[in-house]
């Protein structure tokens, strides 16, 4: 019985210090830290691949490939199906295009199927060729555009599911049929402009 107060006690004791302490967290002034630009791009990235992977697997890949209970499609409206992860990116980066010119992003492919989807700059050609060439390796560079000088960085842009490679070898636009598991399908093309 002792023991078992004793260790109510403590509970509590602990319970007191850890929301003091939260407490103290949130009404400490915030403490201003710089990120490098690279810094920036990869932590964008890391949140959006992640979308773009359990979109991928956990919606598309379970609802259309495993249970079959809805298909994803590229004219998702007029077929009352699901958007391709392709789409669902493209529809997230004009969301923010919309909201700020702090950064922008975009899925650009070598193959594309899309001809929008082609690289417009040198770098970006140059990034798509790059991490093509050396998988598992991040491009970046610096380029200007209108003027004005940006941060650009190109990340892979990998098939992890096999809906992923289904959809681009079979489709009727594609410029490439050979995908397989891992290849390197395209590149993420995220851009900071630079003061």
């Not at 949140?47 to 697997?57: F, H, M, N, P, W």
């Not at 009352?80 to 919309?98: C, H, I, N, T, Y």
């Not at 922008?104 to 417009?120: F, V």
Request: hydrophobic content about 35%; glycine content about 6%; aromatic content about 8%.
């Amino acid at each position: 019985m002792l023991n078992f107060k004793t260790s109510l006690k403590k509970t509590a004791l602990s319970i007191a210090t850890g929301s003091l302490m939260l407490g103290m967290a949130m009404s400490a002034p915030a403490t201003a830290k710089t990120f490098e630009p690279q810094q920036v791009t990869d932590m964008l990235h890391l949140v959006l691949e992640s979308d773009r992977t359990i979109y991928t697997k956990k919606v598309v890949k379970r609802l259309a490939n495993k249970h079959k209970v809805i298909k994803a499609t590229e004219n998702f409206e007029d077929d009352k199906s699901l958007p391709l992860p392709a789409q669902m990116f493209r529809f997230g980066s004009e969301a923010v295009a919309d909201k700020t010119d702090k950064f922008s992003y975009s899925l650009l492919s070598l193959w594309p199927i899309n001809k929008q989807n082609k690289p417009t700059t040198e770098l970006e050609k140059k990034g798509l060729e790059y991490i093509n060439a050396n998988k598992g390796k991040n491009f970046y560079g610096e380029e200007t555009l209108g003027g004005k000088k940006y941060f650009t960085a190109v990340y892979a842009d990998v098939a992890v599911a096999t809906p992923c490679v289904g959809c681009h070898n079979n489709h009727k636009d594609t410029p490439k049929k050979d995908f397989k598991m891992g290849d390197v399908m395209g590149g993420v093309v995220i851009r900071i402009p630079l003061k």
